[in-house]
């Protein structure tokens, strides 16, 4: 069955760096478009990026534009999210969700990963 | 880059149906057929409900419809269940520039 899996969170200071990765398994990875999403504790859903199949095609939110980087490995089934200058509001579950696709909506979700950004 | 505009509470009794709204603009919601819905309950996962402003995906019941005129998505919950409680995301494209917005969820209470 799908399945995605996230690590790499933890705790971190502001101004510092993180490295996010996804595995995936139970489907033909290279074959769906992948998004990170993350919500802080006790807030909504708020979309961070997106890659495209074969990783040509990123998107970002303002928010993270110029500071978080999305990649993929389509042969070690794996996403990134590389996090850097982080500062303590990117403090949050990061999930990472594959695309239903060519649908622009997530269908699988992993059970995320916490990211704390505090001195 | 602003959210997109949910109510932040609905109700209804069992057997009721709810709607919940979803207020963009010309450049998200009302410019693209990729509205989604979901839903989330309290430490769990979010689940796709609605895709493409109507579609379900397999295993949503039927009693869960999306709509969407001009600027403004709509999910409605027909037949409201005790689990049909939890709170409510919807998600529109925005462009290439922008990616994706999420709107600020809903908290469907069933009374």
């Known amino acids: 069955q799908v399945q995605l899996v996230e690590s790499g969170g933890g705790v971190v200071q502001p101004g510092r760096s993180l490295r996010l990765s996804c595995v995936a398994s139970?489907?033909?990875?290279?074959?769906?478009?992948m998004h990170w999403v993350r919500q802080a504790p006790g807030k909504g859903l708020q979309y961070m990026a997106f890659?495209?199949?074969?990783?040509?095609?990123?998107m970002y939110a303002d928010s993270v534009r110029g500071r978080f980087t999305v990649s993929r490995d389509n042969v070690k089934n794996t996403l990134f999210l590389q996090m850097d200058s982080l500062r303590s509001e990117d403090t949050a579950v990061y999930y990472c969700?594959?695309?239903?696709?060519?649908?622009?909506?997530?269908?699988?979700w992993g059970p995320g990963t916490l990211v704390t950004v505090s001195s | 880059q602003s959210a997109l505009t949910q109510p932040p509470s609905a109700s209804g009794s069992p057997g009721q149906s709810v709607t919940i709204s979803c207020t963009g603009t010309?450049?998200?919601?009302?410019?693209?057929?990729?509205v989604s819905w979901y839903q989330q309950h309290p430490g769990k996962v979010p689940k796709l409900m609605i895709y493409?402003?109507?579609k379900r995906p397999s295993g949503v019941p039927d009693r869960f419809s999306g709509s969407k005129s001009g600027n403004t998505a709509s999910l409605t919950v027909s037949g409201l269940q005790a689990e049909d409680e939890a709170d409510y995301y919807c998600?529109?494209?925005?462009?290439?520039?922008?990616?994706?917005?999420f709107g600020g969820g809903t908290k469907l209470t069933v009374l």
């Open positions: 969700g594959r695309d239903l696709t060519d649908t622009y909506s997530i269908d699988y």
């Open positions: 139970g489907f033909t990875f290279s074959r769906h478009e």
């Open positions: 890659i495209s199949y074969d990783g040509s095609r990123k």
């Open positions: 010309s450049s998200d919601v009302g410019a693209y057929n990729y």
């Open positions: 493409e402003v109507t």
């Open positions: 998600s529109s494209f925005a462009g290439s520039n922008i990616g994706w917005l």
